[in-house]
């Protein structure tokens, strides 16, 4: 560990994210206080694609990521030199979007001799529970053991996490993870892209028992499938078109989305139970929607930590808040080691 931070109270941690569609650049404060925090979304762009094309995506990260960087450093009214670490996300993500975030991380590193340190993504996610925003007047920090749900667009995973650093993966998706299913559902659908906000707005005006979807429990793992789920409601679909019926997407959406919200609070329930945790965590894009939201917080069996919805999707400050656990456990990284230490999922 650097002897001048391991001595310092007062850390300051700039952090950029650019794994997928959104260029993103923050600056926190000893890891839960927000200085600043810039994205530079991409979503308009990709709508009309029905999802991210990934080669656009990079060429506007590059647009964006030196005037994004920028703003983050004026908003916080600080220079490179009063800060402590950069910190970078390194990957799960797409290639061309994340090799430009951290060529930007590794320039300004190499340029004013600050460390860096590469954070998974995911990880990024889970520790966006530990920031305070200004207005959460009753922000209460995870305490350890808990149970995490991490759950993405790309990911479904249940994490025990013992304390910093210290995970067991306890599941994951064996195929699709939530958000995607909602992506291909929407479509599916014909609803707007991104399919998360476009089938919770159906779904409010539905009828959550229309229809019977199936729940893949999948005996005693701990594991996720939304593959069946996916394909019982394409069948359904094409019953109804064969049988010259209009589709009830409003029905169809909340039917389907219940049965999503049903396995993941299930699961996550079942997990904290099992292991002893008291906290649970619910992080990543999917967990802005209202009805899992309003699902796992109705109990009072266990303390739920859920981030604010703007730190849900992917964002810059989360990626700065795992920075600064990692770097005041000593952690630094050139970028060019395979994996991140003590991190169970790639």
């Known amino acids: ?74 908003q916080a009214h600080l220079g490179l030199d009063e800060l402590d670490a950069i910190a970078v996300t390194r990957g799960p993500g797409l290639a061309g979007s994340l090799v430009v975030g951290m060529n930007m991380a590794k320039a300004l590193s190499l340029g004013s001799g600050l460390p860096l340190i590469g954070v998974n993504h995911l990880e990024g996610h889970l520790y ?61 659908l014909n609803l707007s892209y991104p399919g998360g906000p476009s089938i919770q707005k159906a779904a409010e005006r539905g009828s959550a028992t229309a229809f019977e979807f199936p729940r893949a429990r999948l005996g005693d ?6 593959s069946g789920l996916k394909t019982a409601v394409l069948r359904e679909v094409k019953n109804l078109q064969s049988d010259g019926v209009i589709i009830p997407v409003n029905d169809v959406a909340a039917s389907f989305q219940t049965a999503v919200v049903d396995i993941l609070v299930e699961k996550t329930f079942s997990a904290a139970e099992q292991f002893g945790a ?20 109705s109990q009072n069996q266990f303390q739920v930590h859920i981030p604010p919805l703007k730190l849900c999707t992917d964002n810059a400050a989360m990626i700065a808040a795992a920075g600064y656990f990692r770097f005041t456990n000593g952690y630094r990284d050139n970028l060019e080691m395979d994996v991140i230490p003590n991190w169970p999922l790639v």
């Not at 793992?221 to 939304?226: A, G, N």
């Not at 894009?285 to 209202?290: E, F, K, T, W």
């Open 221 to 226: 793992s701990w594991d996720f499938s939304f």
């Open 128 to 188: 966006s529970a530990w920031i305070k925003m200004d207005d959460q007047e009753d922000h209460k920090t995870p305490e350890f053991p808990l149970v995490a749900l991490i759950v993405s667009g790309g990911h479904t995973s249940l994490i025990l996490m013992k304390d910093h650093h210290e995970y067991e993966n306890l599941g994951s998706t064996l195929d699709d993870a939530a958000g995607e299913a909602f992506d291909k559902v929407a479509r599916l």
């Open 278 to 297: 008291q906290h649970i965590i619910v992080a990543g894009g999917v967990s802005a929607n209202r009805a899992l939201r309003k699902a796992i917080s």
């Open 1 to 74: 560990m650097n002897p001048k931070s391991a001595k310092k109270n007062n850390i300051r941690i700039l952090a950029i994210e650019s794994s997928c569609d959104e260029t993103a650049a923050a600056i926190l404060l000893n890891g839960t206080h927000i200085l600043s925090n810039q994205v530079a979304s991409q979503i308009e762009l990709h709508a009309q694609y029905g999802g991210v094309f990934p080669e656009m995506a990079s060429r506007e990260h590059i647009l964006a990521i030196y005037p994004v960087v920028q703003e983050a450093l004026q």
